[in-house]
């Protein structure tokens, strides 16, 4: 499968654990993509990568939230000290990036949950 | 700032029947515009889009028309099935920016029954 795949689907943990979640893109995708995403709502924007360069950063992501994607390859996403409103789906998505509009590919999302 | 405002749902419909998903949105310039689908247990996939004033996205029998005079990208399907039960998003990239994020809306569960 070609897909974008994420790692664990799943993820129980207890508040003030550090979680790590990991996103591998559609090979050869340059642009990568973090949404999080909470019970009846939309996804919400994060943080994106071009290659290995991290572009752009929202205001939803605190400073206990770092991403990397080193060799710009995948990517992870690590929340320090987690808190009950981190509870959330977290989405990755990559696409070519090199038209305009391009069609954002998603993967099936890592659901936390934080006691 | 940019958002995107859908109808709210959930929306029961019967097999064969006429399905719009109302969806309008407020954004700086010409956004490109698109609907993602969630079928149960799966990921966003997208189901169609358009990038200019009055062009139409079509896939698997719905469609939508990007409307400047109204920012509006209905979501349309002439007789839907029970297997078109899913979660829709309407979405738009802003034009500006250089990020080409997506702004989702919250979503219309929808539910066809036999």
């Known amino acids: 499968d070609t897909g974008v795949s994420q790692d664990p689907r799943h993820k129980i943990t207890k508040r003030g654990q550090n979680v790590t979640f990991r996103c591998d893109p559609i090979s050869e995708h340059n642009r990568l993509y973090w949404y999080r995403q909470t019970l009846g709502q939309g996804p919400e924007f994060l943080t994106y990568?071009?290659?290995?360069?991290?572009?752009?950063k929202s205001r939803l992501l605190s400073d206990r939230f770092s991403a990397e994607r080193p060799k710009g390859s995948f990517s992870t996403l690590e929340i320090q000290r987690t808190e009950q409103g981190d509870s959330a789906m977290y989405l990755c998505?990559?696409?070519?990036?090199?038209?305009?509009?391009?069609?954002?590919?998603f993967g099936p999302g890592t659901r936390l949950t934080v006691l | 700032g940019d958002s995107v405002t859908q109808m709210e749902g959930p929306v029961t419909l019967s097999e064969e029947a006429f399905l719009t998903i109302n969806c309008t949105y407020t954004a700086t310039g010409y956004p490109s515009l698109f609907w993602y689908v969630q079928y149960p247990g799966e990921g966003l996939q997208l189901l169609l889009k358009?990038?200019?004033?009055?062009d139409k996205g079509s896939n698997k029998g719905f469609e939508a028309t990007y409307r400047k005079e109204t920012t509006s990208f209905h979501l349309e399907k002439g007789s839907v099935q029970v297997s078109d039960s899913a979660v829709y998003f309407c979405?738009?990239?802003?034009?500006?920016?250089?990020?080409?994020?997506?702004?989702f809306g919250k979503g219309t569960k929808l539910t066809v029954n036999p």
């Open positions: 358009a990038t200019k004033a009055d």
């Open positions: 979405a738009l990239i802003p034009r500006q920016g250089g990020s080409e994020k997506l702004v």
């Open positions: 990568f071009q290659n290995e360069a991290q572009l752009e």
């Open positions: 998505a990559s696409t070519p990036g090199q038209v305009l509009g391009n069609e954002q590919f």
